[in-house]
């Protein structure tokens, strides 16, 4: 099972970037897709997270009104549109997916995407 993500990269304050991130094909059935974060000397945080059935959101409360999480579950692929993006946004982005398996939830990772927010 594999996550492929990207669309990180080095962005003015002000700025947008589109983040996705696309689950393999041998994945089982996914409940929930989400973005993860952690900045330089700081604990990974949730950014924003959306559930396969019924497309439910949740999204960390400095990032609200500015970021917004979608699906496309035909092609289980999860994206991040964040706009408005600040200094603290500056972190590593970490695509995460959750497999629910006979009654049991696995977490699954990806690689991290880096995201700059700088002048």
């Known amino acids: 099972v594999q996550l492929q993500a990207s669309g990180g990269g080095l962005v003015q304050p002000g700025g947008s970037l589109r983040l996705s991130c696309t689950a393999s094909d041998n994945f089982g059935r996914i409940s929930d897709m989400g973005w993860y974060r952690q900045a330089p000397g700081m604990q990974r945080e949730l950014v924003a997270t959306?559930?396969?059935?019924?497309?439910?959101?949740k999204y960390e409360e400095s990032v609200e009104g500015r970021f917004t999480i979608s699906l496309n579950s035909d092609e289980d692929t999860v994206y991040l549109q964040m706009n408005s993006l600040k200094p603290e946004d500056t972190a590593i982005y970490y695509c995460h997916v959750v497999e629910c398996e006979m009654n049991t939830d696995y977490d699954y990772w990806g690689r991290g995407t880096q995201v700059t927010v700088s002048s």
């Open positions: 959306i559930t396969t059935g019924g497309h439910m959101t």
